[in-house]
C-alpha cells in the first residue's frame, strides 16, 4: 500500500516562495499520475495541481503562473514550488496517489 509524506510547509510573508515536497513508499511511483490538494479552513478541498507519468501537468486557475509541479521518479517524489505567496494561498496541502493521502502540511501566508 502506498503511503504519502509531505514536507516543506511554514509561515511566509505574502510574496514569498516555498517548496513542498510529498515523499511515496513503494515501487510503481512513476507509473502514476500524483496530485496535490489544499483545504483551507471552513472550505471544502481543492485540486491545485496534477502530473501524469509522462510529466503533463495542469493547474488550477487560482494558482497558474504561481505554481509549479514537477517529479523526481528517482526519488519517488514530487514538488509544488510556490511562488508570490497570498494569504488566501493558506491551507493544509497535500498530496494524493491512488487512493492515497498523505497527512498534509500547513502553509500559512502572513506579515
Known amino acids: 500500500q502506498v503511503q504519502l509524506v509531505e514536507f516543506g510547509g511554514g509561515l511566509v510573508q505574502p510574496g514569498g516562495s516555498l517548496n513542498l515536497s510529498c515523499v511515496a513508499s513503494?515501487?510503481?511511483?512513476?507509473?502514476?499520475?500524483i496530485r496535490w490538494y489544499r483545504q483551507a479552513p471552513g472550505k471544502q478541498r481543492e485540486l491545485v495541481a496534477s502530473?501524469?507519468?509522462?510529466?503533463?501537468?495542469n493547474y488550477a486557475g487560482s494558482v497558474k503562473c504561481r505554481f509549479t509541479i514537477s517529479r523526481d521518479n528517482a526519488k519517488n517524489t514530487v514538488y509544488l514550488q510556490i511562488n508570490s505567496l497570498k494569504p488566501e494561498d493558506t491551507a493544509v496541502y497535500s498530496c494524493h496517489l491512488l487512493s492515497a493521502w498523505g497527512q498534509g502540511t500547513q502553509v500559512t501566508v502572513s506579515s
Open positions: 513503494g515501487s510503481s511511483f512513476s507509473i502514476y499520475a
Open positions: 502530473i501524469s507519468s509522462g510529466r503533463a501537468t
